[in-house]
């Protein structure tokens, strides 16, 4: 591809250009002429054997945007510590290293994490200087997040709200709605916020992840495949699957998850969704206690236990026969995702749906690296807007079994004889309809 401003690649249909025609006539001609292609693909897509959604920050951002507001953004902080200057250089190299280009806010965390525990061992008294430092920026860091989510809650006005709320909805539903005999939506995320949860919250939709419990979940290392089922009326024996039932995995953590360093175990806390800055579980030294990555927590198990177990259940969802992952939102910044998705798509029957504002060197590097006919590509403000995505290319948001009963009845019905001509006046005979 030549990678213009806006393009898509479904199937054996590929088109591109630099712009987008104006409101008008011509948008709504080339809105319905690129449907004709990328809704009836995306519809086959969405019931692939094994279906899977990755979600960036890219999502988050668009849902703020659409209620009138601004996500957090993965700038670089000031830690105001005498180390900054290493911590930088160390962070710039490392986000080079992965691909991701300049570094931000998790490089520089990772960096100053490295250098917090080298100055375990040969100064404890810088130790706890720095570590004063990153509890600060962290905890203005997950501030941020919670203050991210409330101008998606209390938005501009009532219409941004409800066309917010809408376009959540219709996103996740049209891609958890499933048939039964299929396997259920796995939603893979990098993000920290809840916006997800949030969604699903909105839309009726049940989440299984790895964590058990009602009062105070806890993480288990367990993967159990545990899932909703009922019986119909009148049948004993032959239980069905629900509907509205989707897997989570937050693979970098979550802002509500905390490591208690008693217990050493993970609990989900009941932080609300878009709660205030003064909220009593906000820890006060988040580095020791909130698991997001990349924190350590101050143990080695413990660093390696939740985030493994997080990616491994992304490799064994992707990493077989007939699956498909659609990405939305993320840029391919991290290496280690990249890896398990480059994997995945070693299965010649995998299929991967990229959906990206604009394609940058990291885009193009992962696409370079994979074969053509297993990615397809929807490129550009236009194709990446989350409400023309959703209004218009995504699948129907339901199991329309109606519309499918009708689709086979048609189908199925004999197809009417053409009328007979009918003799006009003076032995003349006009055209069937005339």
């Not at 609990?267 to 006060?284: M, N, S």
């Amino acid at each position: 591809m030549d990678w213009k401003t806006h393009s898509y690649r479904v199937g054996s249909h590929v088109w591109e250009g630099d712009g987008i025609p104006p409101a008008g006539p011509e948008l709504d001609q080339f809105i319905s002429d690129a449907r004709k292609c990328i809704e009836p693909w995306l519809s086959a897509v969405f019931q692939s054997e094994h279906f899977n959604l990755l979600i960036g920050s890219g999502f988050t951002t668009a849902v703020a945007l659409t209620a009138g507001g601004s996500a957090t953004g993965m700038g670089k902080v000031v830690f105001g510590s005498a180390f900054d200057d290493k911590i930088d250089v160390h962070a710039a190299a490392s986000a080079t290293k992965m691909g991701r280009g300049s570094a931000n806010i998790e490089d520089q965390f990772r960096s100053a994490l490295a250098v917090y525990e080298g100055l375990l061992v040969t100064d404890s008294a810088a130790a706890a200087a720095l570590k004063a430092r990153m509890d600060a920026q962290l905890l203005l860091f997950l501030k941020s997040l919670l203050e991210s989510e409330r101008r998606i809650k209390d938005a501009a006005s009532l219409d941004h709200l409800q066309l917010a709320q809408t376009l959540l909805q219709s996103f996740l539903l049209s891609c958890a709605s499933r048939t039964a005999s299929r396997e259920r939506l796995h939603i893979f995320t990098t993000n920290y916020d809840r916006l997800i949860e949030h969604g699903c919250d909105l839309a009726g939709l049940r989440i299984i992840d790895r964590f058990v419990g009602a009062m105070n979940p806890l993480f288990r290392s367990t993967r159990v495949e545990v899932d909703v089922h009922y019986n119909p009326p009148g049948i004993r024996g032959e239980p069905r699957f629900m509907e509205g039932v989707v897997r989570l995995t937050k693979l970098h953590g979550s802002l509500d998850w905390h490591y208690d360093k008693a217990l050493r175990t993970i609990r989900r806390l009941g932080i609300p969704f878009a709660a205030r800055a003064d909220h009593t579980d906000l820890p006060k030294e988040p580095i020791d206690t909130v698991m997001i990555y990349p924190n350590p927590a101050k143990d080695v198990e413990t660093t390696a236990y939740p985030y493994a177990e997080l990616f491994r259940d992304m490799a064994a969802a992707t990493c077989r026969p007939n699956s498909v992952i659609v990405t939305y939102g993320y840029g391919f910044g991290d290496d280690h995702v990249n890896r398990i998705l480059l994997d995945m798509l070693a299965i010649p029957s995998t299929h991967i749906v990229i959906i990206v504002y604009s394609v940058d060197e990291r885009v193009k590097a992962f696409c370079a690296r994979a074969r053509e006919a297993q990615v397809s590509l929807l490129v550009g403000p236009h194709f990446a807007s989350l409400e023309t995505l959703v209004q218009h290319y995504f699948p129907k948001p339901a199991l329309d079994y109606i519309t499918s009963r009708l689709a086979d009845v048609l189908r199925h019905r004999p197809t009417p004889a053409p009328a007979a001509p009918v003799p006009g006046p003076a032995g003349t005979t006009p055209e069937v309809g005339a």
